[in-house]
């Protein structure tokens, strides 16, 4: 890296440090520093949404699974069919939680189920969010060593002193601001690369056609196949459909919203600017592909994994650091960043919101004041938690690494369940809703260990449906009553033909690729 691309870095992290203590001077309340006094516009929410969504593994991953893994390719996109719909289907199921007066969304499941629900749901997105956020971290700082020449260390100081201090003194309105601005640059950084991959990927594109393919119409039940059409769209569904509404992290900036009616406008806007970004990247993965036939010893000089192949997750930032003039290549860097600080940022804020809330606040009422500075202290805390787990991953890397998504699946599915019983059906109670998620998570481990087929998409709607099933049965067993709970919504007319058109958009941009 040249000294201009330090300079470019350099300024861009001190005018973060600066936004954020100016927006922090009059924040008093865990209300202001988790929910930024539902003060924020719907477009700054959806935003942050997508760029914590769309953020370094996205940038990373579907290049590399694009346009060079094995069995890759263009059918990445069938992934975004689901979303669309499941922004839909939460405008309708999320709103009893926004109109709660929680902070935590697992307050939600105490109201209407009891305590130890609440505690198990929160628990359970501690442990993943928590390991995730030291593994995003580890991926990162090492990108970043790589590409700049530092140690990890100094990375990961770069990285996480920055992010932990604007996090500090902004709280969730400093996250959302500044995930709006580095939404810019990651975006900046990516058309300045597609523009440069134009030509190679214009001359080769007739070499790729193998890659291509968007739709592959197989349920994934008996092939192996985990990327079919089915799986990917309905498995995907449910999978959207709890992390937007049963995480944390995500749920929290859909708290955020002034009114229900700017929480559907939020979910409608991430339903809709989703996808222009994730079809960027994809298209990024067949330029590098061209890129990598005009310069056939570009993999060879790939870092390389333990098992000695070529690291295709690092083709996107080496072919920054080769091709990049200095000054393009700080500024590429800088959304390397950017993507990196939108997902840990908002991750450490959540996971002081729960903690705080659910296992704090719910067993020790204190002042105002000293929970607000109890707030800065946990969100701290979990950066300082997060940054030594990046320490050990390397040693954990086959574990974790391969499996971390396939983990999140086994209990995303149960999980929505227990959100599920407590929207529709709060009279089966909380031991047949928790004995329900127990069975349905080891089913789920059941299918993944005897039957290797299946898709592990599918996961997310067995979960649900075993949760259900056997919370049911149990409630029966119990002779406990079985109501449903009527729900009463307003969705506009407008925001459900969007949705609806966007997803028949996506349809058809994957048909005018495959074909």
């Known amino acids: 890296m040249d000294v201009i691309d330090w300079w470019v870095i350099a300024i861009y992290l001190v005018l973060m440090l600066v936004g954020a203590w100016f927006i922090g001077r009059k924040q008093h309340s865990r209300d202001d520093y988790y929910l930024a006094g539902k003060s924020l516009p719907s477009w700054t929410l959806a935003t942050s949404i997508v760029a914590t969504q769309c953020s370094t593994n996205s940038l990373l991953g579907?290049?590399?699974?694009?346009?060079?893994?094995?069995?890759?390719?263009?059918?990445?996109?069938?992934?975004?069919?689901?979303?669309?719909?499941?922004?839909?289907?939460?405008c309708i199921v999320f709103m009893p939680i926004r109109q709660a007066g929680i902070i935590s969304i697992y307050e939600f499941l105490e109201q209407r189920l009891g305590l130890s629900c609440r505690l198990l749901a929160s628990g359970c997105f501690l442990f993943f969010r928590g390991v995730a956020t030291g593994v995003t971290i580890y991926g990162v700082?090492?990108?970043?060593?790589?590409?700049?020449?530092?140690?990890?260390?100094?990375?990961?100081?770069?990285?996480?002193?920055?992010?932990?201090?604007?996090?500090?003194?902004?709280?969730?309105?400093?996250?959302?601001?500044?995930?709006?601005?580095?939404?810019?640059?990651?975006?900046?950084?990516?058309?300045?690369?597609?523009f440069w991959l134009y030509e190679p990927l214009t001359t080769h594109y007739s070499a790729l056609t193998h890659r291509t393919q968007t739709l592959v119409d197989d349920w994934g039940i008996q092939s192996g196949q985990h990327y079919g059409f089915w799986p990917m769209f309905f498995g995907g569904l449910f999978l959207y459909v709890a992390y937007y509404g049963c995480d944390q992290s995500q749920a929290q900036r859909l708290l955020s919203a002034k009114s229900p009616a700017t929480t559907q406008t939020v979910l409608v806007l991430n339903g809709l600017i989703r996808f222009p970004l994730v079809l960027c990247y994809c298209f990024i993965g067949l330029g590098l592909a061209a890129y990598a036939i005009e310069h056939p010893n570009f993999v060879s000089q790939l870092p390389t994994t333990q098992a000695g192949s070529p690291n295709f997750n690092l083709v996107f930032p080496s072919f920054v650091s080769l091709e990049f003039a200095p000054g393009l290549a700080g500024l590429a860097l800088v959304g390397l960043f950017a993507a990196a600080m939108s997902s840990i940022d908002s991750a450490l804020n959540s996971l002081s919101a729960s903690s705080v809330e659910d296992f704090i606040v719910r067993f020790r009422p204190l002042s105002e004041k000293r929970l607000f500075l109890l707030s800065k202290l946990t969100t701290l805390g979990w950066g300082v938690f997060a940054v030594l787990l990046s320490y050990q991953v390397e040693r954990i890397a086959p574990t974790v690494l391969e499996a971390i998504n396939k983990i999140g699946s086994l209990a995303n599915g149960p999980l929505l369940g227990i959100f599920a019983i407590a929207l529709f059906m709060p009279s089966l109670g909380s031991r047949a809703a928790l004995l329900g998620f127990a069975l349905a998570l080891l089913s789920n481990i059941a299918i993944w260990l005897l039957l290797p087929t299946v898709s592990w998409l599918w996961w997310n709607l067995t979960g649900l449906a075993c949760c259900l099933v056997f919370s049911l049965l149990i409630a029966k067993l119990m002779a406990r009553p079985i109501r449903w709970q009527p729900m009463a919504f307003q969705l506009a007319p407008v925001k459900v033909a969007l949705l609806i058109l966007m997803t028949l958009l996506i349809l058809a941009v994957n048909l005018w690729i495959q074909w």
């Open 62 to 90: 579907a290049p590399a699974f694009v346009g060079f893994v094995l069995g890759g390719g263009m059918l990445w996109l069938q992934y975004e069919l689901a979303v669309p719909m499941a922004m839909l289907l939460l």
């Open 141 to 194: 700082a090492s990108v970043i060593s790589l590409v700049s020449g530092v140690s990890y260390t100094t990375a990961v100081i770069l990285l996480m002193g920055i992010t932990i201090a604007y996090d500090l003194m902004g709280g969730m309105k400093a996250v959302v601001i500044s995930d709006v601005i580095q939404m810019v640059l990651l975006f900046g950084a990516v058309i300045i690369a597609l």
